[in-house]
């Protein structure tokens, strides 16, 4: 197109007042905001600081937080080894080693002989999760994750599998029905990785 074509449009500026190049609408816009939630809180009942924690927040029902192993109705992880979550995931924080399935074991070629987990470095992006063809991780609702050093906050495949234990009755899995508790011991959460 050329600059003398009659079916260009040629558009101008708006013109400013002396009230909009000194922003002063959109000062007072923000000021009013901000004094609707001072009054909000200082009249109203909108509770802005929770008790925690005495008063435990309770996540959205799509909060994606700590990971957790699902565990098949035998108790075994129902991982398969297929790499899909560990290639799926854009922070390159899940590494699994896969090894062959005992004879035992007829529904599966093979199992994760180590399964770990960086919490540190994931972005809860849920990635993992959507790649699993057999729902064998999952993101759960707890969300006060701390540790003392990034060893603890390295979860391997025990430790994913405390979480399941942990997380059975108040997130049952999402497709499928969880096995029934086992009387075994269980690793705690807070527990280090060795």
């Known amino acids: ?26 000062i007072a816009a923000g000021m009013a905001v901000t004094l609707k939630h001072i009054l909000g809180v200082a009249f109203g009942d ?22 957790r192993l699902n565990k098949d109705s035998e108790g075994r992880p129902k991982c398969v080894a297929c790499m899909l979550c560990a290639t799926a995931c854009p922070a390159h924080c899940i590494d699994i080693v896969g090894a062959t399935a005992p ?30 063809p057999v729902e064998a991780i999952e ?3 707890l969300y ?33 029905k969880p096995p029934p508790p086992d009387s075994g011991p269980t690793l705690a959460l807070e527990s280090p990785v060795s």
């Open 144 to 176: 006060d994750l701390t540790g003392l050093s990034r060893e603890e906050m390295i979860f391997d495949k025990a430790k994913l599998l405390s979480v399941f234990d942990v997380t059975r009755d108040a997130e049952p899995m999402t497709f499928t």
């Open 103 to 132: 004879e035992s074991w007829p529904d599966r070629e093979k199992y994760p002989e180590s399964f770990v987990i960086d919490e540190l470095r994931c972005i809860y992006c849920g990635m993992c999760e959507e790649a699993c």
């Open 1 to 26: 197109m050329r600059v003398d074509d009659p079916k260009l449009k040629k558009i101008e500026p708006p013109t400013m007042t002396l009230g909009d190049r000194l922003y002063l609408p959109q």
């Open 139 to 141: 993101l759960t609702g």
């Open 46 to 67: 909108k509770a802005v600081t929770v008790e925690y924690p005495e008063v435990q927040h309770v996540p959205s029902p799509v909060y994606r937080g700590v990971h």
